[in-house]
């Protein structure tokens, strides 16, 4: 096999902020995998400095991975290859999903499926997905949300977590009356503001609350779970595998992400294990480009929930494939992820 990586800035349409904080481009890290017969598998990386991971740390150890994927025969034993990037490096899991999702594309191109079908999914069962509403005046988030909904969108996400929360909310439930609204607040509350919280926005008929508290406190999590008057879900407290069952008694939904668990494999492990669990599963994203949100398109109809707009609020993308119009998501019926290159003009 050979490989190649690729560093891009894609700008974001307008600013994003959420409750740590704003940005206007995205660092992607575009990774390609070929095979004898001239197949081409694409992934890509957005790595979020949160969990530590930038372009830099994602250039730094790509070499190191993507010789690991050289040196497997079978580009279809994607299980040790997703093994052996693990034994290469324990953290970067961008950087891992990159590599995995690319080594998906390029096995389920070889067999001629589209990945979906390769896990043996049903591509018309995956939920629609959210349209976020990042955190800006309330006048404006109003008009965000009811564009949105003009634009087909039924569910929103809106962020929350700064002073004018309860203005914010009320601002975009004016302008979009009827639509499915979820809050993400990023860490941003103490349980007792969260609690406090819960109950007027379930009166604003809010669905859930995702990561109202901090995941470093998770004795105040499973307090606004227990107390609080709305559904938790679990965003920066669920990252990896044996986040599940430590959180499972302190949510009812996990929001899980390939930048953050590591692997194509690895979340449909996660997927497994929060059901058995009890737990209900979203599937998210960062804000990233189409060649890596595909392969979580992909794997959409395995879960309750999907929060796959990060390509949406690029202003342009260097790659398409599946697209989310109206909030359907709809993969390409062609073999791999279906991700390809803009065409420029
Ligand atoms: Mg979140």
């Known amino acids: 096999m050979n490989t190649d990586f690729e560093r891009l800035t894609l700008p974001i349409d307008g600013d994003f902020t959420i409750s740590r904080g704003s940005k206007s481009t995205v660092e992607t890290v575009v990774v390609r995998v070929g095979d004898e017969a001239g197949q081409t598998g694409v992934g890509a990386a957005a790595p979020d400095p949160h969990y530590g991971e930038t372009a830099d740390t994602v250039c730094a150890v790509l070499p190191d991975l993507l010789d690991a994927v050289e040196a497997v025969d079978d580009p279809l034993s994607l299980d040790a290859i997703e ?101 993400d607040a990023n860490e941003a509350w103490t349980p007792g503001e969260a609690i406090a919280k819960s109950e007027w926005l379930a009166d604003l008929g809010v669905e859930f609350v995702e990561q109202p508290v901090p995941a470093e406190n998770p004795a105040g999590l499973k307090r606004v779970h227990e ?27 996990v929001n899980l992400k390939l930048m953050k668990c590591g692997g194509v494999r690895e979340a449909t492990r996660m997927v497994h294990a929060a059901r058995a669990h009890g737990l209900e599963v979203m599937l998210g994203c960062m804000v990233e480009s189409t060649a890596s949100i595909a392969a979580a398109c992909h794997l959409a109809p395995l879960v309750d929930y999907v929060d796959l707009d990060g390509a949406l609020l690029l202003a342009e993308d260097a790659y398409e494939g599946p697209t989310y119009a109206g909030g359907t998501l709809t993969v390409p019926d062609r073999p791999g992820t279906g991700v390809r290159p803009v065409e420029s003009d």
């Open 83 to 183: 093994r052996r990037l693990r034994g290469v490096v324990r953290d970067n899991p961008a950087a891992r999903a990159a590599v995995s999702i690319a080594v998906h594309d390029l096995a389920t191109r070889r067999l001629g499926v589209p990945l979906y079908r390769y896990f043996g999914l049903d591509a018309d069962r995956a939920p629609a997905t959210s349209y976020t509403v990042a955190i800006d005046d309330p006048e404006a988030m109003a008009a965000k949300a009811a564009d949105a909904v003009a634009e087909g969108y039924s569910i929103l996400k809106v962020k929350l977590g700064t002073d004018r929360d309860r203005e914010r909310m009320e601002a975009v439930r004016g302008a979009a009356p009827d639509a499915t609204v979820r809050v």
């Open 227 to 253: 107390r609080g008057t709305l559904p938790v879900a679990a965003d920066e407290s669920c990252v990896t595998l044996p986040d599940v069952p430590a959180v499972a008694d302190s949510a009812e939904i």
